[in-house]
């Protein structure tokens, strides 16, 4: 029997957005990546962490370059790609335009995955552009039972504060969460660390194949940032490193492209990884009265914590042993059929999620991960579906007074 899914809200025209996006990094490509620091309006983005040394204030420097360069086949680009420069889906560090496409095949409910997923053997990904040497591209095989969604490439720049928070905080909101019985009970993603070899500044330590929690990543898959950089580099340009050894499957079969070998040598990977380390959050603006006590009684700090404490050996002294507001617990949630991509990541199921960082929201233009809301207002509304965890919230919030409304939303643009 057929399943039929009951969305809040209006649902997005994936074609139609995806085609608003595509042009949208045409254009900014046409104008070409304005240097420095991005401005909207008075604002400003892309910058280093307030009080950084000499020696790091360099590293932000050489990563920050490494982040916006576009690649070319002649640093390894391809076979398959799906953009030129990290910069593309992280313009000034904040999100998008650019954006990845993903697919998967599923059962007649539409969301559960098929087991072993026969009809993608290439895997998840489309990869449409070609470089080095290919001729033929990854597209999402047309026939029934696939169901393609859209991962718009997130803000970084809460990367850092991420990778700071103590462990012992995501097991200790996790633990909370399971005592409650009101449907809220987030998890940490187990996954198996997936670097070749451990290139992280020497604390992480951890080793191929290790259990790990992860952190980054709609689903939080990843665990640290050298580890996501090596993947980002790999996964969305076919550039090869010390940490990913293996150009992305193609239709081809083909191993390697215009530069033999090894793509990219491990500084590379750690200069970008120290960057989004090093990325300040955007400046906070005054909260409005009444905003964040409002946004405490819906019960959005549940997952959207707003302060986490950061572990006090963390290599960076801005971020060791601090209080970080990021606004998300780093848990998965279950958020219900309406957002399910039938697309896992370690333990994450179809319809789990980690809880996004709400620091820096004034700047995006859409919003949840596959940019399916247009307003701050839709993208609560969007996921408070039936059957999701962050139900019983969003129906607090729409039982707010518009004025209430109003102030709660207003607030969220100020983090
Ligand atoms: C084609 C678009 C695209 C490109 C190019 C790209 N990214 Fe991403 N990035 C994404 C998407 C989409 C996600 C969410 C991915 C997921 O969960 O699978 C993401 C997630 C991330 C995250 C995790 C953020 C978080 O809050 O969890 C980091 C860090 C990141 N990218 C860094 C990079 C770096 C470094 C590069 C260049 C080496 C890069 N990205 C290139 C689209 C892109
Ligand atoms: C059960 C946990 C949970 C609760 C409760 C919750 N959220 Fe979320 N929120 C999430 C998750 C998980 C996402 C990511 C969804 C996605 O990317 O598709 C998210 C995404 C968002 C986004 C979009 C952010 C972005 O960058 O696209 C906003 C805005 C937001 N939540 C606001 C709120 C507000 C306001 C409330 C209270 C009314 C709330 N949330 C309650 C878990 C929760």
Not at 97 to 119: I, L, N, R
Request: proline residues 7%; hydrophobic residues 40%; contains cysteine.
């Amino acid at each position: 029997m057929r399943t039929i899914i009951v969305c809040n809200g209006k649902n997005m025209q994936p074609l139609l957005r995806a085609l608003f996006v595509f042009c949208c990094v045409l254009l900014s490509y046409a104008c070409g990546p304005a240097p420095g620091p991005r401005a909207v309006g008075d604002d400003l983005t892309d910058l280093p962490l307030v009080g950084l040394s000499a020696e790091w204030t360099s590293r932000f420097d050489e990563g920050d370059r490494l982040f916006e360069v576009p690649y070319t086949a002649g640093d390894g680009l391809g076979p398959l790609y799906i953009r030129q420069a990290c910069a593309a889906c992280h313009a000034g560090g904040g999100r998008g335009p650019g954006f990845v496409e993903k697919v998967a095949q599923v059962e007649g409910d539409g969301v559960t995955p098929v087991a072993g997923q026969p009809a993608l053997p290439l895997g998840h990904t489309v990869r449409r552009l070609m470089a080095g040497g290919a001729r033929q591209p990854l597209e999402a095989p047309s026939q029934p039972g696939l169901r393609q969604s859209t991962r718009v490439g997130p803000a970084v720049w809460a990367a850092g504060a991420i990778e700071a928070i103590d462990e012992r905080e995501l097991l200790r909101l996790e633990a909370e969460q399971a005592q409650r019985g009101d449907g809220v009970s987030g998890r940490v993603n187990r996954v198996s660390y997936a670097s070749e070899r451990s290139a992280d500044l020497a604390f992480h330590g951890h080793r191929k194949g290790d259990a790990v929690i992860g952190r980054f990543g709609v689903k939080a898959r990843v665990a640290t940032l050298d580890d996501f950089t090596a993947d980002a580099f790999q996964g969305d340009m076919g550039l090869t490193s010390p940490l990913r050894l293996t150009e992305p499957a193609n239709p081809e079969g083909l191993l390697d492209d215009h530069k033999p070998g090894i793509d990219l040598p491990l500084e590379t990977v750690q200069a970008v990884a120290d960057y989004l380390r090093l990325l300040r959050l955007p400046a906070r603006r005054p909260a409005p009265p009444e905003g964040p006590r409002l946004f405490e009684a819906a019960g959005c700090a549940t997952c959207h914590v707003p302060s986490l404490t950061t572990r006090a050996d963390y290599p960076v002294p801005q971020l060791a042993g601090v209080s970080v507001q990021v606004y998300s617990d780093v848990l998965l949630h279950d958020l219900g059929a309406c957002l399910a991509d039938g697309l896992t990541d370690g333990d994450a199921t179809s319809s789990e999620f980690r809880t996004a960082p709400l620091v820096g929201l004034r700047f995006s233009r859409s919003f949840l991960h596959d940019g399916r809301a247009a307003t701050l207002d839709e993208a609560v509304r969007l996921h408070g579906a039936e059957g999701s965890e962050a139900r019983a919230a969003v129906l607090a919030f729409e039982r707010l007074s518009d004025q209430e409304r109003a102030a709660l939303l207003s607030f969220l643009s100020t983090l």
